[in-house]
């Protein structure tokens, strides 16, 4: 099983800026994806970003220009550099790693992180 650390979450006011990491514990062999999804309370989860080991990155539409992810495959470590936060952005971010891992190098599983609580308000 792979350990997803996060950090960086808190309170912000709208306009402001917030960076969340994630740290992939060391049993992971390969990470295909790494990326972010949200939840807001009372709604379902979503993508946020997400970027493949081979650059290839997507973004939900709400957070285009504002959002960036970035990603060290050598380090398995992924970030979300959070600009122009709005109080819509409100939710649990978390941690999201599809890949594989050294007991089971053939077999791809998901993997989450336990959310860090984003809060953007004044």
């Known amino acids: 099983q792979v350990q997803l650390v996060e950090s960086g979450g808190g309170l912000v006011q709208p306009g402001g800026s917030l960076r969340l990491s994630c740290a992939a514990s060391?049993?992971?062999?390969?990470?295909?994806?790494m990326g972010w999804f949200r939840q807001a309370p009372g709604k379902q989860r979503e993508l946020v970003a997400e970027?493949?080991?081979?650059?290839?990155?997507n973004y939900a539409d709400s957070v285009k220009g504002r959002f960036t992810i970035s990603r060290d495959n050598a380090k398995n470590t992924v970030e979300l550099q959070m600009s122009s936060l709005k109080p819509e952005d409100t939710a649990v971010y978390y941690c999201?790693?599809?890949?594989?891992?050294?007991?089971?190098?053939?077999?791809?599983?998901?993997?989450w992180g336990q959310g860090t609580q984003v809060t953007v308000s004044s």
């Open positions: 999201h790693v599809v890949g594989t891992t050294l007991a089971s190098r053939f077999r791809e599983s998901e993997f």
């Open positions: 970027r493949t080991s081979s650059g290839i990155t």
């Open positions: 060391r049993n992971i062999f390969r990470a295909n994806a």
